[in-house]
Every structure is written in C-alpha cells, then in structure tokens.
C-alpha cells in the first residue's frame, strides 16, 4: 500500500473510532468495569448460603436500559414488582385486566432463574377509581376481592416464590389501618385474603408486610396479629419488615433483630423486603453519609443472615436511577449503586458480610 493511502486509511479509522465514542450516552458503563475482581456478586455469594437477595423493578427500565437488565441479572436471584403488581394497574376497571408489565417481570425473572415476589393483593393504595368510588356492599366486596386473587394468584400459579397478601394493614399507632377492605368487609378481610391466596396457588408463601419493625407500640401489634392468624389456623408462613429506614421504619438493627426473635418462636420467617436507606438521613460529608449508609444496609443484612428465620432480603430497586423516594421524599441516594451503575460503599459492605459468612461456613 502506498504511503499515502496508508495514512488516509488510518485517519479514517481514527474518525470512526472517535465517533462511536462521541455517541455513547454519557452514563453509559463499560460492563467491563462493573465486574469483581474475583467475579463474585451478592446472587453467587447468597446463593451459597442458600439466601435470597433482591430488588424492587421496575419494567419500563427493564425494557429500556441494557445495564438495568445486566446488573439485576447479574446480582440478585429474586424480583419483586415495584409497582405493576398492585390493585390499580392490574385491574384498572372492573372488567379489565392488564397484564403486559407484570408478566415482563416475571418473564424476565424466569428467563434469569430467579424467584419472584407478589406485590401487593390488599392495601389502601393504589386502589382504581372504580374501586374507590363504587358503593358496594359486603358481598359484592368480597366477590369482588375473592375474584382478583383468584385470576392474579391463579395467573402466576406455580411461579411465585411469595405473595405479599396484605400490605401495611396497621396506622402509624398500630390499630388496624382504615382501608376500603376493612370498612367495606371487616377485619376479617385479612384472613379470607389469606385463605384465597393459599386456595388460588396452595404452594405459594403468605406474608403480610409492613413497617415499624424495631420495638414499639406498633410493632407489638403487628407481632399480636401474626400470632392470632397462626392461632385461628389462617396459613402464614412469614412477615415482611419493609425497611424503608430512615423514612418509616427502625434505624436500629439490634431492635430488628430482637424483634425478628418472637417471629421465630411462632414458626414464622421473616423477610427484609424494601430495604432503602438515604444519605440524607446522616450528617457529614458525602463520603461519611456514603460510609453511613453502608454500615446500614451491612447491619441489616447481618441481622437477616443471624437470624434462624430469615433469608430472603430485597431492596426498593438497586440504583439510585430508579428509586421512589427522589420523588416522594426528597431522600437521596438511597441505594446500592449510583445513577451510573457503578457499586457504592453500601455494595462492598453487603458483599464483605455476605463473605464473612460464606467463610465462616454459617448458613
Ligand atoms: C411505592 C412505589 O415505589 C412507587 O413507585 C408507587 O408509586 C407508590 O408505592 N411501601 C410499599 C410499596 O409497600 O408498595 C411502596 O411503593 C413504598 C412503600
């Protein structure tokens, strides 16, 4: 080749190569960078503990963003839906269904091999308005109940790790909370969920989910209404502790792990299933709020893997890119991985405790 043309082909290589990496996306991230060292990740190291690690998702990122999709793969073996599971997008009219956004989830869950978590069958919110505005009496409310467990737990049979039946049923204060179910049925609502979710897929787990779980007034009656469902026989298998520290719930580990104790002598388990910690909540400069918070969701995890009854613990969504609280509570970075997908302290502490306890053979 001529010296000429040699030069003019290289130029143009070189443009190109600039080019393409001009078009990237400014938060893009190379997957090479993301990798351990080692190639360990929370899913392998929880999985030889025989744990369930996890996050809230949410589809249309999961449709939308390849790293979203690797990192999710790659770190956890449980999901659970943010948001597309609940009452309302599920079943925006009375005779309607819509699926298209929970199945994704549990698609992409299978094609992963990871489990699957039920959000939510009852809670006040996210009610339709059909719902909300309808005058039904107590019959036509039951049915009414009794049929969307019966189509959304009869949809998925077979492939839900856990359905959370009734989410946050207690106020603040801990009396039972005033939902549409409980005025229009009675607090028997609770156990007829229970039993039509276990009647709907009878291989599923059962829990009722809330908030408030260190030692308090509120949490006493959560632990007295899980006892009285055990005691009438209405099918339990576990609690869920929400975790949105800092937020609603205990900061203090050591409470939530004597609390975690009495759930243990009832035969139940109980799952960690929103865990997000905002830096916010800490004082400091950002590396001490970062460092803060790392040692919250280490000493959250170390109670969960402690614990003889406790090995599922899922966080609300994984990456500060996607968390509910940016714009509910102002709450910063709440999570495990920045806005670009790149691990924050809060990520190396969790894999430290996992190690120690791969390492220490407890399980
Ligand atoms: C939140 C979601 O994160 C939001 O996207 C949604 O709009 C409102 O609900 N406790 C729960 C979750 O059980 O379902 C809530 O999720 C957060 C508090």
């Not at 290289?10 to 960078?33: D, F, H, K, N």
């Not at 249309?60 to 999710?72: I, K, N, Q, T, W």
């Not at 009794?146 to 959304?152: D, G, L």
């Not at 890119?321 to 991985?337: A, C, D, M, N, Q």
Request: net charge negative.
């Amino acid at each position: 080749m001529k010296l000429r043309s040699f030069i003019a082909l290289t130029l143009v290589m070189l443009a190109t190569l600039i080019v393409i990496g001009c078009s990237r996306p400014p938060t893009a991230v190379e997957p090479t960078q993301l990798a351990t060292e080692s190639g360990e990740t929370l899913r392998s190291l929880a999985a030889k503990q025989d744990m369930f690690i996890g996050s809230a998702v949410r589809p249309r990122a999961l449709s939308d963003e390849p790293l979203y999709r690797e990192v999710l793969a790659r770190e956890f073996n449980i999901v659970m839906a943010e948001h597309v599971m609940k009452f309302a997008p599920l079943h925006p009219e009375r005779e309607v269904y819509e699926f298209r956004d929970s199945d994704t989830t549990v698609e992409f869950a299978k094609e992963h091999d990871m489990q699957v978590i039920g959000h939510v069958l009852t809670w006040f919110h996210a009610l339709p308005r059909w719902l909300r505005e309808g005058d039904f009496t107590r019959e036509e409310l039951m049915g009414i109940l009794r049929e969307h467990i019966n189509t959304v737990v009869g949809r998925y049979r077979g492939q839900i790790y856990a359905w959370d039946v009734v989410n946050e049923p207690l106020e603040a204060d801990g009396a039972l909370r005033e939902t549409l179910w409980y005025k229009g049925i009675g607090p028997e609502y609770i156990d007829l969920a229970l039993r039509w979710t276990k009647q709907a897929d009878p291989d599923t787990l059962l829990y009722i989910n809330d908030y408030g779980e260190g030692l308090n007034s509120k949490s006493d009656s959560f632990y007295n209404l899980a006892k009285s469902l055990v005691e009438r026989g209405t099918p339990l298998d576990a609690v869920g502790f929400q975790a949105h520290i800092g937020f609603l719930s205990a900061k203090d580990a050591a409470e939530v792990a004597e609390n975690m104790k009495r759930y243990a002598d009832l035969g139940l388990e109980v799952f960690i299933t929103e865990m997000d910690v905002p830096i916010t909540m800490f004082k400091g400069t950002r590396e001490e709020q970062l460092a803060a918070q790392a040692q919250m969701y280490e000493d959250f995890l170390n109670v969960c893997i402690e614990a003889p009854n406790c090995d599922t613990f899922l966080m609300w969504g994984f990456t500060d890119r996607h968390s509910w609280l940016t714009g509910f509570t102002g709450g910063k970075s709440p999570l495990i991985f920045d806005e670009a997908y790149h691990p924050k302290p809060a990520y190396h502490a969790m894999m430290a405790e996992l190690k120690q306890h791969v390492g220490s053979g407890a399980e």
